[in-house]
């Protein structure tokens, strides 16, 4: 029940990631909570958060997740960078091929597509001079914080683990599940946007799958989420930032549009990240004899 010739069972090993994850992750989240209340009475209230406050918080959720990760391979006698994020002369490469190539690139062709269906307009200049660079670093920031903590979060150790007990793929849709139910909490989300939530959530794991570590993931976490909130200013989730860089107009069904949602409320962004991880799969070489981590978590080295 407890244990099998590997050790303690995955499911029990999930069980003491999550309660340790609880308990730092509600002390870290009170400490944020109490300098916020205090920041909040020196700038008035109903002042909108800024992209900096904001980094810090995802960089202390995603820190947190980095400490008990790391408590874990401790418990478990193995080096926490099986985990996905192994700090190496290729991070910051694929980070950035993950960034142009498989995040902002995308989200720039299924834009130019919701254009030439005339449901989408690009705009004019929403900022202008030094203000442009400002907000282009605070919300790469931020996008790249919320890159590092949902792919860490999701397959990380959570799927490293899960995998280890049912098989990768098993665990990367159960995570993927899990994954999309998290974003449905986001007020502005519409049904077509969670299963393209789900489907991103898949070419992530797919991405893992053939690289062997998180770092193209992130970056095209960041990207997509990156153009979407400066760059193009359309709305994420039915949230549009301050200091975007453009000033978008949408127009048609929402269906096609993705209406008040952004464009991730589309169905061309649905059918796009399907094809996504399609092309990925199919023309992206095996890496797996560089990847350790995968065959320990595809059962390969349970023979």
């Known amino acids: 029940m407890f244990f099998n010739q590997r050790g303690l069972r995955a499911g029990w090993r999930l069980v003491i990631f999550a309660a340790l994850l609880f ?24 002042a909108a958060p800024s992209p900096l406050w904001l980094s810090l918080v995802e960089i202390t959720q995603f820190l947190v997740v980095v400490l008990v990760s790391w408590i874990m391979a401790n418990i478990e006698r193995r080096k926490s960078e099986v985990y996905g994020l192994p700090v190496t002369t290729s991070a910051l490469p694929r980070f950035g091929v993950g960034f142009w190539v498989w995040g902002f690139l995308p989200l720039s062709l299924v834009l130019l597509i919701m254009r030439l269906l005339r449901v989408f307009y690009f705009g004019d200049l929403a900022v202008h001079g030094s203000a442009v660079l400002y907000w282009a670093l605070a919300w790469g920031l931020m996008f790249l914080a919320v890159g590092l903590l949902e792919e860490y979060s999701f397959r990380g150790y959570a799927l490293y683990t899960l995998a280890d007990g049912i098989g990768f793929w098993p665990a990367a849709i159960v995570l993927a599940v899990g994954f999309a139910y998290i974003h449905m909490s986001n ?9 393209g939530v789900f489907l991103y959530a898949i070419f992530a794991a797919a991405t893992l799958w053939r690289t062997g570590n998180l770092w193209l ?24 930032v301050e200091g975007h860089l453009l000033n978008p107009r949408i127009q048609g069904p929402d269906w096609l549009s993705g209406g008040s949602v952004g464009p991730e409320g589309s169905i061309v962004t649905l059918i796009f990240w399907g094809l996504m991880t399609v092309c990925f799969l199919a023309f992206y070489p095996e890496q797996r004899k560089a990847a350790p981590p995968l065959l320990v978590a595809s059962g390969e080295q349970r023979r």
Do not use: C, K, M
């Not at 308990?23 to 109903?46: D, E, H, N, V």
């Not at 970056?219 to 997509?224: K, L, P, T, Y």
């Open 217 to 240: 993931a992130v970056g095209a976490h960041a990207g997509w989420d990156w153009g979407q909130s400066f760059f193009y200013g359309v709305s994420d989730s039915g949230l549009q």
């Open 187 to 195: 007020g502005g989300e519409n049904r077509i946007g969670i299963a």
């Open 23 to 46: 308990a730092i992750g509600y002390a870290a989240i009170a400490a944020l909570t109490l300098l916020s209340s205090l920041l909040r009475s020196r700038s008035g209230p109903g």
